[in-house]
């Protein structure tokens, strides 16, 4: 089962209604934090604002991840795999 796979069973299960008790209870609230933690290991595809320049953005939390390092005579866009702010794992698939 994959991360995104499990996370839908999660979701479901949070959103699904849960007999009145302490268990139940705990139960969603495990569930909600479980479901928080593994929204951030699937991948997203970051977003870009328009600005002067192209910069690339976090689709989580909207913090700005460009940085570039110099390569020779040229600039380099790194590519973290996490977000450094929020920890959202990052999809650069379509990015160049």
């Not at 976090?58 to 380099?76: A, Y």
């Amino acid at each position: 089962m994959s991360d995104a796979e499990a996370l839908k069973v999660i979701s479901n299960l949070y959103h699904s209604p849960i007999e009145d008790s302490n268990k139940g209870e705990e139960l969603v609230i495990a569930l909600g934090r479980a479901m928080y933690a593994l929204e951030k290991q699937v991948p997203k595809r970051v977003t870009h604002e328009a600005t002067l320049i192209k910069s690339c953005t976090c689709p989580s939390c909207g913090n700005v991840i460009d940085k570039f390092e110099k390569l020779g005579d040229s600039k380099v866009r790194v590519q973290y795999e996490h977000c450094h702010f929020c920890g959202q794992k990052l999809d650069w698939s379509d990015e160049k």
